[in-house]
């Protein structure tokens, strides 16, 4: 992580604010809204996250559906970039790819509109926060399934002790906040 990126993570790991037992007991949810209603660490959120996605030479940013489209677009603006959306199956109305992934208890998917990715585009995979890493694949697998290189992947978050950088072997994974426990 460059010394700009590890600046910006730790002015932001002041503002998210950390909810116990929710939404059980045992769990320390990492709540952003404090950063994105704070111009200043909204601002510092999408400039370190744009300056990772310029270093990949990312030409569009991939969101998941909701988290992944609060800051994506923002971070597609900043360098130049297109923005694509990630939905829940049938939330989509043109042709689509889809891409299951593990959850806790069960599966779920995840489909892009089958034009959404150039052949040959680079792209940065963002989410706000990366656990398990299911989600990130599957979106890696949609670029991938379309052509696309996955030029980075790109978060707000990551909680470290679940180890979803695993799941992200061999692409360039950033995140601004890390958690080495929950």
Known sequence: MSSAAADAGADLRRWVREIPDFPRDGIGFKDITPVLASPQALDTAIGALAAHAREVGAEVVIG?????????????????????????????????VSAE?????????????????????????????????????????????????????????????????AALAGYDVRALVGYAEG
């Open 64 to 96: 998941a559906e909701a988290r992944g489209f609060l800051l994506g677009p923002a971070i597609a603006h900043a360098v130049g970039a297109g923005f694509v959306l990630a939905r829940k199956p049938g939330k989509l109305p043109h042709t689509t």
């Open 101 to 165: 992934y593990l959850l806790e208890y069960g599966t779920d998917a995840l489909e892009l509109h089958s034009d959404a990715v150039a052949h040959g585009a680079r792209v940065l995979v963002h989410d706000d926060l990366l656990a398990t890493g299911g989600t990130a694949k599957a979106l890696c697998e949609l670029v991938e399934q379309l052509g696309g290189v996955v030029a980075g992947c790109g978060f707000l978050i990551e909680l470290e002790f679940l180890a979803g950088r």
